[in-house]
């Protein structure tokens, strides 16, 4: 009933920049937190940024500075702004959305289907 469309990812040199973009429809009530991951082979998927409904964001060390998480309610979508990316930053980006569905009660967790960023050195 709910679907996450991610977008944005791809090849850049160490230095360059990538926007990502997660966008949820179905049948949606609420949505809370909204956040990235990312998940390398052989590694457990780590937090990258998260945003909570009320703008506050939380973001892994390794990515302070460089990277922005930002969204937009009316569109239901969380947007990662990466910069001065890194060879390290390589990885498959998950986005998650915690939602309330429409006759329900419940907060569910979705996962978009991945997007591949590869930086280059």
């Known amino acids: 009933q709910v679907q996450l469309v991610e977008s944005g990812g791809g090849l850049v040199q160490a230095g360059g920049s990538l926007r990502l973009s997660c966008a949820a429809s179905?049948?949606?009530?609420?949505?809370?937190?909204m956040g990235w991951y990312r998940q390398t082979p052989g590694k457990q998927r780590e937090l990258v940024a998260a945003?909570?409904?009320?703008?506050?964001?939380n973001y892994a060390d390794s990515v302070k500075g460089r990277f922005t998480i930002s969204r937009d309610n009316a569109k239901n979508t969380v947007y990662l702004q990466m910069n001065s990316l890194k060879p390290e930053d390589t990885a498959v980006y998950y986005c998650?959305?915690?939602?309330?569905?429409?006759?329900?009660?419940?907060?569910?967790?979705?996962w978009g289907q991945g997007t591949q960023v590869t930086v280059s050195s």
């Open positions: 998650n959305v915690a939602l309330r569905e429409r006759g329900s009660w419940l907060v569910s967790n979705y």
């Open positions: 179905g049948s949606i009530f609420s949505i809370n937190a």
């Open positions: 945003i909570t409904s009320g703008q506050s964001t």
